[in-house]
């Protein structure tokens, strides 16, 4: 081995970013569309939610079967074709005439969508050493945060100009392309060209699990088993991770469902205006996961215990997301929108909680593991469309504000009191 360590493994990060921008603009399009949407279909409040709550339905059932095919089919492959079927699925909503069909498709958008974060798991683990993957996990997370700040605009721009349906079509056809662009690219380290040994072995010396690039998917030869689910449902570490996850989730889809709603109907905002303005606290977002992974990252190569590095943004970013209840207690916009920055900035900064699937779960059960910390974390976009829309019907918005920061603050108080040091999980044998 000869030579300084290629830099490849950033190309496949950018790779990671863009496929969470297009991933969550297919989740929070209806968001956007949401108050013209529903005026003009005649849906009411209770309705809404439910519609914004099937993605969620399909999204949870099926992020353990999701989980298991990540360990089995190569992300290259099974990455591509996920992300061709739900963007076609997206653009079909720019058909969509009634709740049924609106239901029904966002069903099979969530479901499509459930092993994507399994997926860009699996990748991490793949391609980046202990030290830098706080850091590729924030930026890539960073995707669903700076994606739709600087899109949310443009998203107004398209139904403007072309109509909610436009929204849809535009962002469907979007993800078709990007589809043929990941199979074209994608390959684990393995088998990417670029990639010299002096990288891979940096890779391999820092704890990333080459092994499980395309030459040798991991878990390839490992049938399903219920023990291995009894497993990982049965360790009072995972439990604290997966109810904080529940927690920080429930803020990120409150902002990707009835955010607009919040500001055009409950505060008066004017459809355009509102759409600027609901970009500002996915800036703040983005701060927050960025600074999340920079610092955690720091934190490991300065010599400090790997839990506290990885616990620390997490405890303090959920912390600050319940500031989010001070926007009941102003009337201006400015002070509406800092508390919302605020509040989002701290569940940004606690984004990071994929690097601790990364470092806990058992080395055969990556996936398995994932699916099962996304199906406890995203319970949140079932109930918190839901609990929020019945909340909201008497015409005020307070106690769903209030709701959404004390999930927050039991988020914070799992993390603390049961995740406890962060050390990979030995195998269910």
């Known amino acids: 081995m000869s030579g300084r360590p290629t830099g490849t493994r950033f190309v496949i990060l950018a790779l990671l970013f863009l496929s969470v921008v297009i991933n969550y603009l297919d ?9 013209v949407l529903a005026k003009e279909l005649g849906i009411h409040s209770i309705r809404m939610g439910l519609v914004f709550s099937a993605f969620g339905w399909s999204y949870v059932l099926c992020q353990v079967p999701g989980g298991w095919l990540v360990d089995r089919i190569r992300p290259h492959k099974l990455y591509a ?12 909503l720019g058909l969509a005439s009634g709740v049924a069909a609106l239901f029904a498709l966002r069903l099979a958008i969530g479901a499509l969508e459930a092993p994507s974060y399994p997926i860009n798991n699996r990748v991490v683990t793949t391609w980046f050493p202990e030290n ?4 590729a996990i924030g930026v890539y997370t960073s995707g669903q945060f700076i994606g739709l700040a600087l899109l949310t605009p443009a998203l107004v721009y398209l139904q403007v100009h072309f109509g909610w349906r436009g929204i849809f079509i535009s962002v469907g056809l979007a993800g078709v392309i990007w589809a043929a662009v990941w199979l074209r690219v994608y390959r684990g380290p393995l088998s ?6 002096a990288e891979i072995e940096l890779i391999r010396s820092g704890g990333g699990l080459v092994d499980l690039s395309d030459r040798n998917p991991g878990g390839n030869e490992r049938t399903f088993r219920l023990r291995d689910l009894g497993y990982v449902l049965s360790k009072r570490k995972l439990w604290g991770i997966y109810i904080g996850q529940y927690a920080l989730n429930s803020t990120l889809w409150f902002f990707l469902t009835w955010f607009p709603t919040y500001l055009v109907r409950y505060r008066g905002i004017g459809f355009q205006q509102a759409g600027w303005l609901a970009s500002l606290p996915f800036l703040g977002a983005f701060a927050g996961v ?12 300065r010599g400090l215990s790997l839990s506290f590095a990885r616990k620390a943004p997490i405890v303090a970013g959920l ?6 209840m001070g926007a009941n207690y102003t009337r201006t916009p400015a002070w509406t929108i800092t508390f919302m920055g605020v509040g989002f900035f701290g569940n940004g900064l606690a984004s990071i909680t994929w690097s601790l699937v990364s470092a806990v779960a058992p080395k055969p059960m990556i996936g398995l593991t994932g699916g099962v910390f996304n199906f406890m974390g995203n319970m949140a976009s079932v109930t918190v469309p839901l609990i929020i829309g019945a909340l909201v019907r008497g015409g005020r918005f307070s106690l769903g504000l209030t709701y959404i920061s004390g999930l927050a603050l039991v988020g914070a108080l799992a993390y603390i009191l049961m995740v406890g040091k962060i050390e990979r999980l030995p195998p269910c044998v």
């Open 27 to 35: 989740r929070a399009n209806l968001s956007i569309a949401g108050p």
């Open 81 to 92: 074709v996920l992300i061709a079927l739900w963007s076609v699925a997206t653009a079909m």
């Open 132 to 135: 830098e993957r706080a850091t």
């Open 192 to 197: 990417y060209r670029g990639t010299n040994e």
């Open 290 to 301: 960025i600074c999340s992974g920079l610092s955690s990252d720091l934190l490991v190569r």
């Open 319 to 324: 912390l600050l997301s319940t500031t989010i």
